[in-house]
Structures are given as C-alpha cells and as structure tokens.
C-alpha cells in the first residue's frame, strides 16, 4: 500500500507540562539513549529528510559532529532529558561571518506531541538567532505540505508563509512539495 502523509492533531488527552521546565542546551553523549528514543521513531521521521538511526553508533556521530553539521544545535530537554533537537544551520558553513541565512529545524519525541513544546522552544530560538547570532537577519524553515503540525508551529511563533516549492525535495523516495517559512531580525520586537 503506498504511505500516506496524513498528520493528524494529537489528541492532547495526556497530561500538560509547564513549558518553564522546558531548557535548552549543548547536547552530550550522556544524552545518547534519550535520543535514540526518538531517532529511532518512524513516526517522528515521518517528514523529515532522515530515516531513522538503526544503531547506536548513528547517535554517536549524530552527536560528535554537532559542531560541523550546525551553526546552532540544542537538545530540548524536560527535566534535563533530552527529549528533541532544534537547530540552525548555515547555507554556507565555511562563512558564517557572510552568512545572514539560517535554516531552522526542530523534532521532538511523539510522546511529548501537542503539549505547546516546539512552539514555546522555537519562539525561544528566534529571540536567540537574532540576539546570540547577530550576523543572522532571516530564518528560514522548509515545511511539508502535508505537516501540518508543524505549520501551525511556525504560524504560531511569528513565521511568515513566503509560499509553496513545488517538488522541492525527495524526501523517503517521493518528490515533496515544501512550504518556506521565514522570520526577519526586522519582523521582531527584541
Ligand atoms: C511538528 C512537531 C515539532 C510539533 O510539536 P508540538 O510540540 O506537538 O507542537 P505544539 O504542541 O507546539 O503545537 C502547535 C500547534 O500545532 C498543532 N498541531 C501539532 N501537531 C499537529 C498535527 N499533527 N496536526 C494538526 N495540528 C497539529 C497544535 O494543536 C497547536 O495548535 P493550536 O495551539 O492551534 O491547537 C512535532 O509533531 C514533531 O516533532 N514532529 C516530527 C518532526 C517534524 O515534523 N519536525 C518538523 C520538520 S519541518
């Protein structure tokens, strides 16, 4: 049967969280079976360009090279668990100094889906593009079509729809159609 790409509204039936326990920080290797847990979720991959981890060395890399892949990566922790990632990475890493673009991208594990967790981490991460990494002046984010949690994400953190890219990426085999979202430093109040 071919796979659908139906994103269904979490049912929000479990318990709320206070988002002040929500941080964000540098990830470790300590951080690794918490973030096989949602790397290893097809459920989370689902419309990211990533299949998931198959072993635990995958996670190991994943966390070892942070510093070549990203301008900006964080595990989004509960508690101190790391429980997602969200990251900025540079169109062109090699010259950050020239580089006023950056590509916002977050995941979180499903269990915490539907709790106001990524719009409450990536309404932080905006307020620290523009304040910690001031040479950016636009983030940009690359959305499926079909995401529509995610949309509703960027919607509510401030992101503008810019429009849809027809077939912009093949992502788990199938050309794409992405929506581009994106927040200038001008947009916000700091
Ligand atoms: C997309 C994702 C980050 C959303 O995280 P989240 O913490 O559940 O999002 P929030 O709780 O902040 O929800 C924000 C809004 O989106 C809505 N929403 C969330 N998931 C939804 C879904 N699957 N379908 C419809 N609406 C959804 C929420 O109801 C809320 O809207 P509301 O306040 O008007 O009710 C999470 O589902 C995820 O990690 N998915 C897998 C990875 C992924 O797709 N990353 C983004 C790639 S671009």
Redesign the pocket.
Known sequence: MEETFI????S?NEQSIDLNQITLRPFHLSDLDDLMVWRTDEK?A???SWEPYTSKEQGISFIENIPNKFLWCKAICLNNRAI?RVSLKSRSPHDKSRNKTAEL????ASK?????????VVKQVVKVAFSELSHLERVE????VE????Q??LE?AGFQKEGTLGKYLVMKGKSRDMIIFSVLSTDLQL
Not at 7 to 10: A, F, Q, R
Not at 105 to 108: P, S
């Open positions: 994103s269904s509204k979490p929000g989370v689902k419309f990211c997602g991208a977050y995941v979180l915490y889906w539907g709790k106001g967790i990524a719009t409450y984010a690359f959305v499926d995401n529509v949690g995610s509703r994400v509510k």
